[in-house]
């Protein structure tokens, strides 16, 4: 209804995404996953019909990926270090072993993804290990890497 051509205000849209006022197009690249209320409101070319309305939109967080690409070599007896990385998912993420297990004496820090270790037990073997991540609202990646000790 009303009189053509309309003009749009929309509010409360997440950082990254904008509206055009001439079209009602929403487009960008939000920076932040959630749900949003959004309101919108259109009004015809006399400026005498608005009607507004509040929306829902929900903004997915971009698929979680662990994007190690392989651990270094743990050497018996010595110290060891690497640290697991992710990209995508929404908020802190959790790292865990769910395939496998580590060689003796390295540990997962859940909360970081390092391995670490003062001192590797195991002895000269290859270990296959699979790690998950889980990220804020439960989505989760899984890779699994050779852990070589020497």
Sequence with gaps: GGASPYTWTVSGLPAGVSYSASTGVISGTPTTAGTFTISVTVRDANLVTSVTKSLSLTIAAPPLS?????????????????????????????????????????????????LTSAKVLAKR??????????????????????????
């Design 125 to 150: 073997a290859n270990f296959s290990v699979t790690f998950r991540v889980t990220d804020a609202f439960g989505n989760f990646a899984e890779k699994t890497f050779t852990l070589k000790v020497q």
């Design 66 to 114: 662990i994007t190690t690409s392989s651990l270094p070599t743990a050497r018996a007896g010595k110290t060891y270090s690497a640290t697991l990385s992710a990209t995508g998912g929404s908020g802190a993420f959790t790292w865990s072993v769910v395939g496998g297990s580590l060689p003796s004496g390295i540990s997962l820090n859940s909360a970081n993804g390092t």
